[in-house]
């Protein structure tokens, strides 16, 4: 079974902090990965893609990959009120990419 | 602006009835997909299509039906709806080639069967 996890929080961070959301998965030939932002009673929205390893950075987002330890996690710096909603990680299926393999969400609360 | 946009925002339905959840997409998307999402359970998939009058089989199929008569259009069909089929049911769009998990969301059906 292909998994990707989320540690589900309530992650808490103050206005201005740095958040980091962390998402790890199962499949090793996975070759995409999506970060989505669901706010309370919304459709979840794209906010950032990494395909290579390394740092992508858009903005104040900052997407980071890890292949080799399976490890994908999304930076926010200089966090708003605004950001405070549920982070989605999303994996594209390696056996069918039109799949995406989703995590359960981080609940980010930015406190002013 | 991109859109996806489902044809009922809030149904209730009884039990055994008969529900069609209908999807339209405006930006020539190939792949449409059914969602559904539950506390705790997260987004499971049920169908999607990625050709007109083609459908895949997700995760969680059992008890759902789809058509994709048009391109634009792809349509959630319960034939007989379950009280354990209440849950938000989103509709997502996507492109086939380039970025395939760039999906773009309805903005859901909150279905609740008595």
């Known amino acids: 079974q292909k998994e990707v996890e989320q540690n589900s929080g309530p992650l808490s961070v103050p206005e201005g902090a740095i958040a980091s959301l962390n998402c790890t998965y199962s499949?090793?030939?996975?070759?995409?990965f999506f970060w989505y932002r669901q706010y309370s009673g919304k459709s979840p929205e794209l906010i950032m893609f990494?395909?290579s390893n390394g740092d992508k950075e858009d903005g104040r987002f900052t997407a980071q990959l890890n292949k080799a330890s399976q490890y994908v996690s999304l930076l926010i710096r200089d966090s708003q009120p605004s950001d405070s909603a549920t982070y989605l990680c999303?994996?594209?299926?390696?056996?069918?990419?039109?799949?995406?393999?989703w995590g359960l969400g981080t609940s980010l609360a930015v406190n002013p | 602006d991109v859109k996806v946009t489902q044809s009922s925002r809030y149904l209730v339905k009884r039990t055994g009835e008969k529900v069609f959840l209908e999807c339209v997409q405006d930006?020539?998307?190939?792949?449409m997909f059914w969602y559904r999402q539950d506390p705790g359970l997260g987004l499971r998939l049920i169908y999607f299509?990625?050709?007109?009058?083609?459908?895949e089989k997700g995760d969680i199929p059992e008890g759902y039906s789809v058509s994709r008569e048009k391109k634009e259009r792809f349509s959630l069909i319960l034939e007989s709806a379950s009280t354990n089929q209440t849950s938000m049911y989103l509709c997502?769009?996507?492109?086939?080639?380039?970025?395939?998990?760039?999906?773009?969301f309805g903005e859901g059906s909150r279905l609740t069967v008595l």
């Open positions: 930006m020539d998307h190939e792949n």
């Open positions: 997502a769009s996507g492109l086939t080639s380039g970025d395939t998990g760039e999906l773009f």
């Open positions: 990494i395909y």
């Open positions: 499949d090793r030939g996975s070759q995409s």
């Open positions: 999303a994996v594209a299926n390696a056996g069918n990419n039109r799949k995406l393999i």
């Open positions: 299509s990625y050709d007109v009058k083609m459908k």
